[in-house]
């Protein structure tokens, strides 16, 4: 199965850097996933990590190291709008048949003026 | 393509009650996912299909409920008989085989048992 940790809420102010860490652990693993969700919407995806590294798209980047099981979600020049939860996800090969899809508890961050 | 659809939106209905909620995924995805989602436990996965082919249903909590994936254009989640703890959003999401791509969701059931 998987274990898939994440601070449940963090607090930050507009126009600063957060960086919301996900650790995992889990046997077949391929591919972890960022999510954003609105209160009331479906999660909306953000960004994909399978190799080690840095990967960046705008103002969100995230990061990922598969031997320490850990990722994180870099959000800059934080606006208003990405008061959100972020949904850290991990695929991972199960039964050798497929690829479950598990999601972590979410982090709700709420960004302050 | 419209995405992945759900119905209904919204469901209240009484204790005991059969509920089928029901999802269409995107055309040519290849995996269908069954969530639930509550304030206490997140977002649960329950059940996910494989080319219509149920490959993993262990986070299904208990007997009441159950998937089918008659076809690819057609799943559905029953609740039979529902109790007000069933009580929450549940998401169907729909991706493709290729590594790297991500789930679609739809947009989810609200479902109330009083």
């Known amino acids: 199965g998987q274990n898939i940790d994440q601070p449940t809420e963090m607090t930050a102010t507009e126009g600063a850097i957060v960086q919301i860490n996900c650790t995992y652990q889990?046997?077949?693993?391929?591919?972890l996933f960022w999510y954003q969700q609105h209160a009331g919407e479906a999660p909306t995806f953000l960004s994909y990590n399978v190799l080690d590294g840095l990967e960046e798209k705008g103002r969100f980047s995230s990061f990922l190291s598969r031997s320490k099981g850990y990722s994180y979600l870099l959000l800059k020049e934080l606006q208003m709008k990405d008061s959100a939860s972020y949904l850290c996800a991990v695929r991972d090969r199960s039964n050798n048949a497929g690829n479950m899809l598990t999601f972590g508890g979410g982090t709700r961050l709420m960004v302050k003026p | 393509d419209a995405g992945v659809i759900q119905s209904p939106r919204h469901e209240v209905t009484e204790m005991g009650q059969e509920v089928t909620l029901r999802c269409k995924p995107i055309?040519?995805?290849?995996?269908l996912f069954w969530y639930r989602q509550t304030m206490m436990r997140g977002l649960e996965l329950l059940i996910y299909?494989?080319?219509?082919?149920?490959?993993?249903d262990s986070g299904m909590p208990e007997d009441r409920f159950s998937a089918k994936m008659p076809n690819a254009s057609f799943s559905t989640l029953k609740i039979q008989p529902s109790e007000p703890r069933d009580s929450a959003v549940y998401f169907c999401?729909?991706?493709?085989?290729?590594?790297?791509?991500?789930?679609?969701f739809g947009q989810g059931t609200r479902l109330t048992v009083v």
């Open positions: 889990t046997s077949g693993f391929n591919g």
């Open positions: 999401a729909s991706s493709l085989e290729l590594p790297g791509t991500e789930a679609f």
């Open positions: 055309s040519g995805h290849d995996y």
């Open positions: 299909f494989n080319n219509n082919v149920p490959i993993d």
